[in-house]
């Protein structure tokens, strides 16, 4: 179960629910390389598989990767370590936040106690805890941040990739080599930390008269705001069932900052018309340490590159969901069709014909097709007129041509 949050809801007018209707419809968290502060590492040696299977030695460089928060005015960064081999991170990369089992690589390690350990080491390095944090913790003499940088992103690669570094070739720094080995020793499992901010489902049908969800909101932020677009009679109910404490405000109705709850409802009474009601929840949420981040090469869509965040960021980050309902199929009224010799009664069961009335009450938000009748055929008042017209016309014709004469 998430943690509870403090939630509100507002009732918008029509002005803000065409605003609302402009949102992208998963405004995620999204981040892109920011080259100018890459804090660099040593250089490390690897033992990795080549493509033939075949064990041999690669050399890689490491740092801890600056990112910055897509749309975000503050310009936020996020620093991260790469998990995964051998793809290169492209300027114009665009990075989203999934869960851990989302890792894409083909032949991925990242799974699990893995991700576990990663972030345990995450939890215990450089940038989250500061140099002097690290040297304190393991007690590696002349330990500096470019051997910590090295030895956490190798000890990385091992459990994303299962890339050993290469302890024996003296090109390896010993401090790196050192703190590797101590990873890898005592890393164990942490649990997975919370995502920014999610709505499950984000998308739901029912039908009136029972509550539409739950819809579970799981974040990392103390308070979230949540703003609706509801029909006339349709509220948001909490876990009970029961309606949520609203008060009245200038700009519509908001549940009071005291209500704690981690999921809601919609409740949508008996016999109201088929519909929807539109939410969007936004908060200024924290981005973990160990949160994973991935991104398609825009040169080879089978290619992805992926990150996990190495220190904790704010972010604003934003998530739409939708509740619809239709009551179903409502059976029409008998309907009469009369012609000069007899009336036929057509069946309830039977598809009224072309010439039976439309039924009472009509689906809303239907097409070209679906425009109420109003009973009444504008033909003939139209034919009527261009008659009236041409007659005039007529009219006009003739008294001109008697002057002509005269």
């Known amino acids: ?44 040696w690897l033992r990795v598989l080549d493509k033939d299977n075949n064990e041999v030695t690669k050399e890689e460089g490491t740092s801890v990767i600056k990112l910055r928060i897509t749309d975000d005015r503050d310009r936020s960064n996020v620093f991260a370590y790469c998990v995964e081999l051998p793809t290169p991170l492209l300027d114009d990369d665009v990075l989203k936040e999934v869960d851990w089992d989302k890792h894409p690589g083909k032949n991925t390690k990242f799974k699990g106690d893995n991700p576990g350990k990663v972030l345990w080491i995450l939890n215990r390095s450089y940038p989250n805890k500061s140099v002097k944090e690290v040297k304190d913790e393991f007690s590696i003499k002349n330990l500096d941040k470019e051997d910590i940088i090295a030895a956490t992103q190798a000890a990385l690669w091992h459990f994303s990739d299962d ?16 703190l590797y080995k101590t990873f890898l020793a005592k890393a164990t499992p942490e ?20 509550p539409i969800g739950p819809f579970e ?104 969901a939708k509740a619809t309902w239709k009551a179903g199929t409502v059976p029409t009224q008998p309907t009469t069709t009369t012609t000069t010799a007899t009336t036929t009664t057509t069946p309830e069961t039977t598809t009224p014909s072309t010439t039976s009335s439309t039924p009472a009450n009509p689906a809303p938000g239907g097409g070209e097709d679906d425009l109420a009748s109003t009973g009444a055929s504008i033909l003939w008042p139209l034919l009527g007129g261009l008659v009236l017209v041409g007659a005039g016309v007529g009219a006009l014709f003739v008294v001109r041509r008697k002057k002509a004469g005269a």
């Open 1 to 44: 179960m998430a943690s509870r949050f403090r939630i509100g809801t507002a009732l918008l007018g029509a002005t803000a629910a065409l605003a609302f209707s402009a949102i992208p419809a998963h405004a995620d968290v999204k981040i892109t390389p920011d080259r100018g502060g890459q804090e660099q590492g040593h250089k490390v």
């Open 191 to 210: 649990a997975a930390p919370k995502p920014t901010l999610t709505i499950t489902p984000e998308s739901k049908e029912g039908v009136p008269g029972t």
């Open 217 to 320: 909101v799981k974040t990392t932020a103390d308070e979230v705001k949540l703003t609706g677009n509801l029909p006339a009679g349709v509220t948001v109910v909490g876990k009970d069932g029961k309606p949520l404490d609203v008060q009245q405000k200038s700009d519509g109705l908001s549940i009071k900052g005291t209500e704690k709850i981690s999921e809601f409802s919609v409740n949508v009474p008996t016999g109201t018309p088929d519909g929807e009601a539109t939410f969007k929840l936004s908060a200024q949420a924290d981005i973990p340490v160990g949160r994973l981040f991935v991104a398609h090469n825009k040169s080879s869509d089978n290619v992805a590159q992926s990150l996990v965040v190495a220190q904790p960021q704010k972010a604003k980050v934003e998530k739409e």
């Open 163 to 178: 890339a050993k570094l290469d302890v024996e070739n003296k090109n390896n720094d010993p401090q790196v080599v050192e």
